[in-house]
Structure formats: structure tokens, C-alpha cells
């Protein structure tokens, strides 16, 4: 991706809207790209996007294997209880090349207070490959206390913790690929509240090329237990699932299911 000339553009937008769904605004955007000695350069020097601000720079060599560095860094206000606030640092990195079918990127990123103290924190590394029809190579993310609501607009109230683990399965085959998740949820509540109904969620996943199987899907939600297990693949019924409700009030789910049977 290369230009003839170089080439500078500043920026300042103050709103900016994706109509959705879900509706995402941000404001105050404000930065500059430029294009010389054949490397694309852009720097946002800020957007408030939800309760957080953030900067970003990235570098793009115009030429084959077209090398990347991004880097964002943003800080995000949340709440320790109904007096109290905590602003948190949130950082991500991702860096490797963009050409050719054998691309490779590796991300990392991650939320912890900006001081010393006890409060919501993430840490997510991965290794992509963007053209790949299985685009993730592997990723591990930890979570502790994650308010999903602080960082994404429209997204629900939470407080999760736990670890997502996901990589190549040698066992079945080339493109084989497994994942876990173990998380869990201490401030669960009605969906329409906007809150999340799951207070805990296990679940098993794999792919060996052609077929997506769950062989563990565990959810307590609703005061209940939702277990069960499931299978997909291309084809005239590519669904296969088994599904087990035990004790689950459903207007813990959503208000307005009070009085369902």
C-alpha cells in the first residue's frame, strides 16, 4: 500500500455516531495521519468513547510484509461502590505483518488500576492469523471484577472473573482448535435492568475443520442450572443440541417474564 507522494491530513471530529445495533457514539476525536518514506502513521490524540478516554499510534510499512505496530492507551472510571470511583488504565498492543496468507499478529492488552488497590482487571494475549479461515491461533484472557458496561457502550452491568482459554488441538487435526471458559459473574440481574442474568457460565468448545462440537455447557442463571451440549456442521440440519432447565425463574432473566409458566 504504497502512494506517490507524502502526504499529512489533521483531524477533529466532535461526535462521532454508528447507528448500530448497538448504537455506539463517540466524541472529541482528535488526531492526524501521515504518509512518508513509504510508512503509513496515524495518531489519535484522544476520543471519549463510553466512561473511558483513549489515545492511539499506529505504523504501517506500505511494502510487503507490511510490518503493523499498534499501540492504544485509555483510562476508564469505575465504580468501587455507590461513593467511590477507581480509574483504571487500559492498554493494547498489536504488532506483526498484514501480508500475504501466512500473517501473523500478536495482541496483547489489558485493564488494572492506575494505583495500587483492588479493583477491575483483565489480561488478554493472542496470536492471530487475519486471513486464515480460522483466524485465531491461539488466546488466553484472565478477568477479575470486569464491568463490561464501563468499557463498551449498550454492553450490560457485570462483574466477571475468571479465564478464557483458547489454541491448536494436535488431536484433531490441522485445523483443529479447542477453547474453555470458566467465568463467573457476581453481579448477575435482569437483562432488560441492564445487568446480565448469568452468574456463572463453564463451557467446552471444538473444531476439527468441519464440525463445531460443545460437548460441556454449564450456565446457572436465574437462581437454576441451564446444562447442556451441542454440534454444528454444514449441511440440510447442521444443528444438534441437548438443552436441560432446572429451577430457573425466568423474570430473573428479564422482568417482563414474570408469570411465564
Given at each position: 500500500l504504497?502512494?506517490?507522494v507524502p502526504d499529512e491530513l489533521p483531524c477533529k471530529v466532535p461526535r462521532v455516531r454508528w447507528a448500530g445495533p448497538?448504537?455506539?457514539v463517540a466524541t472529541g476525536l482528535a488526531g492526524r495521519y501521515a504518509y512518508e518514506g513509504g510508512e503509513h502513521r496515524l495518531d489519535v490524540e484522544g476520543v471519549d468513547l463510553a466512561d473511558g478516554?483513549?489515545?492511539a499510534k499506529a505504523r504501517l510499512q506500505g511494502a510487503a510484509p507490511m510490518p503493523l505496530q499498534l499501540d492504544v492507551e485509555g483510562k476508564v472510571q469505575a465504580p468501587l461502590d455507590a461513593q467511590r470511583r477507581l480509574e483504571v488504565q487500559a492498554r493494547a498492543s498489536l504488532a506483526g505483518t498484514l501480508a500475504g496468507a501466512d500473517a501473523r499478529l500478536k495482541l496483547d492488552a489489558g485493564i488494572a488500576p492506575a494505583e495500587d488497590a483492588a479493583g477491575m482487571q483483565a489480561r488478554l494475549r493472542a496470536e492471530l492469523a487475519p486471513w486464515q479461515s480460522q483466524p485465531i491461533v491461539q488466546a488466553d484472557a484472565q478477568l477479575q471484577d470486569v464491568d463490561l458496561a464501563r468499557l463498551w457502550p449498550e454492553a450490560p452491568a457485570t462483574r466477571l472473573s475468571g479465564e478464557v482459554h483458547a489454541g491448536p488441538a494436535a488431536n484433531l487435526?490441522?485445523?483443529g482448535w479447542e477453547g474453555s471458559a470458566d467465568l463467573r459473574?457476581?453481579?448477575p440481574g435482569p437483562w432488560d435492568e441492564g445487568q446480565l442474568p448469568i452468574a456463572q457460565l463453564q463451557a467446552r468448545a471444538s473444531f476439527d475443520g468441519s464440525e463445531w462440537q460443545?460437548?460441556?455447557l454449564s450456565i446457572a442463571a436465574g437462581?437454576?442450572?441451564i446444562e447442556g451440549s451441542g454440534s454444528w456442521q454444514p449441511g440440510p440440519e447442521p444443528w444438534t443440541a441437548r438443552i436441560d432447565v432446572q429451577r430457573v425463574r425466568l423474570s430473573a432473566l428479564h422482568t417482563q417474564l414474570a408469570g411465564a409458566p
Open positions: 504504497l502512494l506517490p448497538p448504537e455506539v478516554h483513549y489515545s487435526g490441522t485445523l459473574n457476581d453481579q460443545v460437548p460441556q437462581g437454576g442450572r
